[in-house]
């Protein structure tokens, strides 16, 4: 094999490659990176195809190149990344392997010259994504907003793994995504053309979501999933991503959803997570909670410990007019992560009671829904 190429295209796809693949492992060559060369891929030249999988997801993606000599090998990703990232901007990398030094391949770029291990190509595994049988077509913007505006909510516990992902379903023409860690929900909806209820409701897992989301960044056009009970699929311009569903049945998500309240309340969702930032350092790590109190239209929240001391920051016209004190406790770092869904300045948060959940809304999306649980006083 003996190919050339530009470090940036290069450098990009390779920074998605060393996400998926995982650094240290049991088995050596899934720290790998399998490098095709060939002469031609549909009619453009000389082409490197990536591949890279942990057996739960892959990423394959062609990357254009100028190839003398057609040929396979694998080596480490992080180090072949780690080695391009270092070297000149724009520059061009040339790598190669020879018959009686295959074990190796060598990569000089300028005055700088390393020669990587490699692992034989044949006992990489085997990765041919094709299409499954439930296929639609999104704009590839739209669904990473509808993943980026969910998927702050998925659970990290691995001993709930149903909810260890992103849930999607089809409702009435409409691709939803709910999230949550059963403290908080988000749930957001697109329409697209074509989706039916007959689709299967699928679960994809954490990892996945978030390099499907890192992926999407470069997606300038529609993006064609397919999925079946047991995979998904997503392809656009020279990428192919896949990867295994999360087995399980998601619970019923809407019977979190308040649909009974006492009052509602606008707020600048900026202002509150600025504030609740600040206030939130002198909360004590094992109960970590600020207080919302409201009353005479102002918003006070607080946080007090032992150790810390206390911290207090008001916000005034927020639209509650009682004279009587209503207080609610949060976890701060949720309701910062719901306040950072705001597509504009403003949220309207609706209340039952301080031991209820309270339910957010956006007034300029009315597509998307966040819950967030109370914490014990």
Request: proline content about 4%; hydrophobic content about 40%; overall charge negative.
């Amino acid at each position: 094999m003996k190919v050339c190429i530009n470090r940036e295209p290069f450098l990009r796809a390779l920074s998605f490659q060393s996400g998926i693949v995982e650094r240290k492992g049991t088995v050596p060559i899934l720290s790998h990176v399998l490098i095709v060369a060939s002469n031609e891929q549909d009619g453009r030249g000389g082409a490197l195809v990536l591949t890279g999988t942990d057996l739960e997801a892959s990423l394959v993606e062609m990357v254009p190149c100028s190839m003398e000599i057609a040929g396979e090998t694998t080596v480490s990703v992080h180090m072949l990344f780690d080695i391009v990232r270092k070297l000149t901007q724009d520059s061009d990398i040339s790598m190669c392997t020879s018959e009686g030094d295959a074990q190796f391949l060598t990569l000089t770029s300028a005055d700088s010259e390393f020669k990587l291990p490699t692992l034989p190509a044949i006992d990489f595994p085997q990765i041919h994504p094709r299409a499954l049988q439930n296929s639609i077509t999104i704009d590839g913007s739209l669904l990473r907003q509808l993943i980026n505006k969910t998927k702050f909510a998925m659970s990290t516990d691995e001993s709930r793994h149903v909810l260890n992902g992103l849930y999607f379903h089809i409702d009435d023409e409409k691709i939803c995504a709910v999230a949550t860690d059963a403290h908080r929900l988000a749930l957001s909806c697109i329409n697209v053309a074509g989706a039916s209820k007959d689709m299967p409701s699928i679960i994809v897992g954490r990892k996945s979501i978030n390099e499907l989301s890192k992926l999407l960044e470069r997606c300038e056009g529609s993006a064609r999933i397919s999925f079946s009970s047991s995979q998904i699929l997503v392809e656009f311009g020279d990428v192919c991503f896949s990867s295994r569903l999360v087995e399980g049945k998601f619970p019923d998500y809407n019977l979190a959803i308040p649909k009974d309240f006492s009052f509602s309340i606008s707020v600048v969702a900026k202002e509150v997570a600025n504030s609740v930032d600040r206030v939130a350092m002198m909360s004590p790590e094992k109960n970590r909670a600020v207080r919302v109190s409201l009353q005479n239209s102002q918003m006070s929240i607080s946080a007090y410990s032992e150790q810390y001391g206390s911290g207090i920051e008001r916000i005034h016209g927020v639209g509650y007019d009682s004279s009587d004190v209503f207080s609610i406790n949060f976890n701060p770092r949720y309701l910062m992560d719901i306040c950072a869904q705001a597509t504009d300045e403003g949220l309207v948060m609706n209340f039952k009671d301080s031991t209820s959940q309270m339910l957010v809304r956006d007034p300029s999306d009315d597509r998307s829904v966040y819950v967030l649980m109370p914490m014990r006083s």
